[in-house]
């Protein structure tokens, strides 16, 4: 059974930074591709950032670029969304999602993923 725990998420100020983490248990983190995704009241959830299992050139939503870096370190079983100058516009509650890996991966796409946290809460005052 493949569980993904995030954590990490508050309530910061607008320009404040905030690292989300998400740990995969049931099987190694190395197996998937991660994604990162958000959802606000009355919002579709919709695609922040992704990387692949080599973790060579990561993914990220227009919205999020030069702010948001998705990472992994899986020695630790753990993916990372380091969260730079917020906005008021980034509050959501952040899923993880894990995908086995495919030729062709629609990485912005949720049916894309095979496995989703629960999420975490971020909530950013102006």
């Known amino acids: 059974q493949v569980q993904l725990i995030e954590s990490g998420g508050g309530l910061v100020q607008a320009g404040g930074s905030l690292t989300l983490s998400c740990v995969v248990s049931?099987?190694?983190?190395?197996?998937?591709?991660m994604g990162w995704f958000r959802q606000a009241p009355g919002k579709e959830r919709e695609f922040v950032a992704a990387i692949r299992t080599s973790a060579v050139m990561p993914y990220y939503a227009d919205s999020v670029k030069g702010r948001f870096t998705i990472s992994r370190d899986n020695a630790k079983n753990t993916a990372y969304l380091q969260m730079n100058s917020l906005k008021p516009e980034d509050t959501a509650v952040y899923y993880c999602a894990a995908a086995w890996p495919r030729l062709s991966w629609y990485y912005t796409q949720p049916r894309a993923y095979d496995y989703w946290g629960q999420g975490t809460q971020v909530t950013v005052s102006s």
């Open positions: 049931g099987r190694t983190l190395s197996s998937y591709s």
